[in-house]
């Protein structure tokens, strides 16, 4: 059994501050954010553009201390996961990252995917940024797709000067930590700077151990759970089930290509909406392995399968590679081709998986690794 609390690790008694870019509900970085609270005796400040409080939960929402006026205006807002249209500000988030108030505090923690990193500090103020990924908007190929037509376009046209912006932001932190090989590459590419990996926290506590209620993992059932769009490549995925008629796929999750996917999808394929957590949890430790053929930057959903004894077929770039050991806690595959993922399907339904192994490879990436890692960077700056 894994049970995952991060009361080991001594927290620190300095005043804190953090300050990241949106907090939208409980994702990746919101949930990097929440495991920094315990980095801290009563916690630490938060100050970030936008908070949807009302999809937070009380222990996160709780801490934040400033957001900015303009994401609280009519039309702009979000409210309850709404969308909101508060992004539409982003050339002027900088600036706002710029001018959050840090003084009195003993250290700031950027922790960035877009903005905060510009934040400033006083003299002698330690700034440890916590970096997700340079901003993808400005310095990536492909636009988030968040963004299209007008906004898309009125990104493009600032690209230069947010680029400036970001560079001359990139040179104020201390120290850099990326939460991949693949954003410390980034991060060394675009910033020119050096930095140390410290991988994001996944809570791996008992609702993941192995209950003895009987099940087994069914290696001709595979999971996929991931938003429906397109870099997450369900329509390969999909239909490359469609070729191995006795292999079952289960794909859950919410996104503008959930219709196609579902009208398209052969009859061993299986199109579910977001399901509790329990469901979740269940079906990653019934199933054969865990379909993950998107690029994404760490990939923390990779190792919750891990954790409930289930193997992974990643793609072989991202932050996959930080995570999966090809052949030892799933399949890495060259590209999402239909035909590549079908033919790691069968690979992966003739190999015997080790669920210890596999278990003990996601305590590598468990919150009290996360906190002590934090927690030793911090300490060499000087915090106590």
Not at 355 to 374: H, I, P, Y
Request: glycine share 8%; charged share 25%.
């Amino acid at each position: 059994m894994i049970v995952e609390t991060g009361s080991e690790v001594p927290k620190l008694q300095a005043r804190a501050l953090i300050v990241h870019d949106w907090l939208q509900g409980l994702h990746g970085s919101e949930r990097v954010v929440l495991a920094m609270q315990d980095l801290f005796e009563g916690g630490a400040d938060i100050a970030t553009f936008m908070a949807d409080s009302d999809n937070l939960p009380e222990s996160l929402s709780s801490r934040v201390t400033r957001v900015s006026w303009l994401s609280r205006l009519p039309g702009l807002r979000q409210r309850h996961g709404s969308g909101g249209r508060w992004r539409y500000l982003l050339p002027l988030m900088p600036l706002w990252f710029k001018r959050v108030p840090t003084h009195g505090y003993d250290v700031v923690i950027s922790s960035s995917h877009a903005c905060a990193i510009a934040v400033r500090t006083d003299a002698g103020v330690p700034h440890v940024a916590y970096v997700h990924t340079p901003i993808r908007y400005v310095w990536l190929d492909e636009l988030d797709q968040r963004f299209n037509g007008f906004q898309a376009r009125a990104v493009r046209s600032l690209r230069g000067w947010m680029r400036r912006m970001d560079l001359k932001a990139s040179k104020s932190p201390d120290v850099l930590l990326a939460n991949s090989t693949t954003v410390q590459r980034r991060i060394t590419d675009i910033w020119g700077r050096e930095s140390d990996v410290v991988h994001p926290p996944v809570l791996l506590d008992s609702s993941f151990e192995d209950r003895d209620d009987g099940r087994a993992h069914d290696p001709d059932t595979f999971v996929w759970i991931h938003r429906f769009v397109s870099y997450k490549r369900p329509l390969e995925v999909m239909r490359a089930f469609a070729k191995l008629p006795d292999t079952n796929l289960i794909m859950v999750g919410v996104g503008p290509l959930a219709d196609q996917v579902a009208e398209e999808a052969s009859a061993n394929v299986s199109v579910r909406g977001w399901i509790e957590r329990e469901e979740l949890e269940d079906l990653l430790r019934s199933a054969g392995g865990f379909v993950h053929v998107g690029l994404e930057d760490f990939g923390i959903s990779m190792v919750e399968a891990l954790a409930a004894g289930t193997p992974v077929l990643a793609l072989n770039s991202g932050g996959a590679t930080d995570i999966v050991r090809h052949g030892v806690d799933g399949v890495l595959i060259p590209d999402a081709d239909p035909k590549t993922i079908t033919d790691a399907v069968n690979v992966m339904r003739s190999t015997v998986w080790d669920d210890v192994t596999l278990r003990a490879r996601a305590e590598q990436f468990s919150k009290s690794v996360f906190l002590s890692k934090m927690r030793a960077a911090l300490v060499e700056q000087g915090v106590s």
